[in-house]
T-cell receptor, first 115, second 112 residues
Framework: SAVISQKPSRDICQRGTSLTIQCQVD?????MFWYRQQPGQSLTLIAT?????????ESGFVIDKFPISRPNLTFSTLTVSNMSPEDSSIYLC????????????FGPGTRLTVL | RKEVEQDPGPFNVPEGATVAFNCTYS??????FFWYRQDCRKEPKLLMS???SGNEDGRFTAQLNRASQYISLLIRDSKLSDSATYLC?????????????FGAGTRLAVHP
């Protein structure tokens, strides 16, 4: 499977600021996704990052709060904008093989704490 | 009703025990199914994809019952290293896109 890296691995931020998280894959992939895992919870899909077009957001997530870029088939960014303590979470990117079976593989995650 | 429901756990078992996790899903149109393993403070890792006929990988056996919308994972001869949270995951097509729906996870603790 692809090797996926994320930067930063963790950060502590002040409320009202924004953080951009990078996801880099060592090979071209069709599908990239962004998830959030809040403390003690399971994973929730934020959006599907589409190469060359706008991301597709899940219910409860909006582009103004979580803008996503996908400039090519190996890279994506997620920005958490105007942060509040409720945004403290782990943010994970994943990649899929694009098949109908849709196995996904995850990056190591970014642990965000908002003060 | 949650889209994917799992036994809440935690399951505390001795080494060598056999343990089974159950999972139900609500959307009968779901097409593919997975078990992921997540260690503390780590990302989820794909443990097994679950095929219609059921499949086995060493000590791990996954089964699918589409009629009952039920998935199971059996771990035989538990090892200390099996201690982790096991996530039941279901793939759905929504709005023309594939997406994964995660269960809340079942925590397993294997003790000596």
């Amino acid at each position: 499977s692809a090797v996926i890296s994320q930067k930063p691995s963790r950060d502590i931020c002040q409320r009202g600021t924004s953080l951009t998280i990078q996801c880099q894959v060592d090979s071209q992939v069709t599908m990239m996704f962004w998830y959030r895992q809040q403390p003690g919870q399971s994973l929730t899909l934020i959006a599907t990052a589409n190469q060359g077009s706008e991301a597709t957001y899940e219910s409860g997530f909006v582009i103004d709060k979580f803008p996503i870029s996908r400039p090519n088939l190996t890279f994506s960014t997620l920005t958490v904008s105007n942060m509040s303590p409720e945004d403290s979470s782990i943010y994970l990117c994943s990649v899929g093989d694009g098949s109908s079976y849709n196995e996904q593989f995850f990056g190591p995650g970014t642990r965000l704490t908002v003060l | 009703r949650k889209e994917v429901e799992q036994d809440p756990g935690p399951f505390n078992v001795p080494e060598g025990a056999t343990v089974a996790f159950n999972c139900t899903y609500s959307n009968s149109a779901s097409q593919s199914f997975f078990w992921y393993r997540q260690d503390c403070r780590k990302e989820p890792k794909l443990l097994m994809s679950v095929y219609s006929s059921g499949n086995e990988d060493g000590r791990f056996t996954a089964q699918l019952n589409r009629a009952s919308q039920y998935i199971s994972l059996l771990i035989r001869d538990s090892k200390l290293s099996d201690s982790a949270t096991y996530l039941c995951v279901v793939n759905m097509v929504s709005g023309g896109y594939n997406k994964l729906i995660f269960g809340a996870g079942t925590r397993l603790a294997v003790h000596p």
